[in-house]
């Protein structure tokens, strides 16, 4: 029915999500030594899954990394960003490393479905074609994750605040 193919489309606003950037020189080596993935050897068309553990192995964080034009983005629960971004500074000395709180200058939208699919090709006219793959234009960022227990197609698109205001309704 079309009721139930509605529910299976969606766009929501992860406000439960923040940003942290690292830019400078040494950003991705900095990252390498912290966290439990390759940053190093990441690509501009990638996102990972990286864990950020304690000095005894505990893990303290998941999160998502990647490639930006000039820096590399962590995405994670905004309610452990500010103890994370703490802890990782203190480990930043005289690194050529540059770390900050991006969330407030940006939107983090979930999508899935395929009626959510045909809407971002007005923003991004191809799509990343598997999941943890990721596109960078004008609009934003627009990774694929897993597909759902459904089997349909699920986004995260990290657009600038205004760029989002404007997708909303659409």
Same mark, same amino acid.
């Given at each position: 029915?079309?009721?139930?193919?509605?529910r299976k489309d969606f766009v929501a606003p992860l406000t439960s999500l923040g940003l942290l950037a690292f830019s400078g020189e040494e950003a991705a080596?900095?990252? *390498?030594?912290?966290? +439990?993935?390759?940053?190093? *050897?990441?690509?501009a068309g990638e996102v990972r899954l990286a864990g950020y553990c304690s000095p005894k192995g505990r893990l303290l964080a998941t999160m998502l990394i990647?490639?930006?034009?000039?820096?590399?983005?962590?995405?994670?629960?905004?309610?452990?960003?500010?103890?994370?971004? #703490?802890?990782?500074?203190?480990?930043?000395?005289?690194? #050529?490393? #540059? @770390?900050?709180?991006?969330?407030?200058?940006?939107? &983090?939208? /979930?999508?899935?479905?395929?009626? !959510? +699919?045909?809407?971002?090709? !007005?923003?991004?006219?191809?799509?990343?074609?598997?999941?943890?793959? #990721? &596109?960078?234009?004008?609009? /934003? +960022? @627009?990774?694929?994750?897993?597909?759902?227990?459904? /089997?349909?197609?699920?986004?995260?698109? &990290?657009? +600038?605040? !205004?760029?989002? &205001?404007?997708?909303?309704?659409?």
């Amino acid at each position: 029915s079309v009721a139930a193919a509605n529910r299976k489309d969606f766009v929501a606003p992860l406000t439960s999500l923040g940003l942290l950037a690292f830019s400078g020189e040494e950003a991705a080596a900095f990252l *390498h030594n912290q966290l +439990t993935n390759d940053v190093e *050897h990441l690509n501009a068309g990638e996102v990972r899954l990286a864990g950020y553990c304690s000095p005894k192995g505990r893990l303290l964080a998941t999160m998502l990394i990647w490639k930006s034009n000039d820096a590399i983005m962590l995405l994670l629960p905004y309610a452990l960003l500010p103890a994370i971004q #703490k802890r990782l500074q203190m480990f930043v000395l005289r690194a #050529k490393v #540059k @770390l900050q709180d991006a969330s407030q200058q940006q939107a &983090i939208l /979930g999508l899935a479905g395929d009626q !959510a +699919t045909a809407a971002l090709r !007005a923003w991004f006219p191809e799509l990343p074609a598997q999941p943890y793959a #990721k &596109i960078d234009n004008a609009s /934003g +960022t @627009l990774m694929r994750l897993a597909n759902g227990a459904d /089997g349909l197609p699920r986004y995260q698109w &990290i657009a +600038t605040n !205004a760029a989002a &205001i404007d997708a909303w309704p659409r």
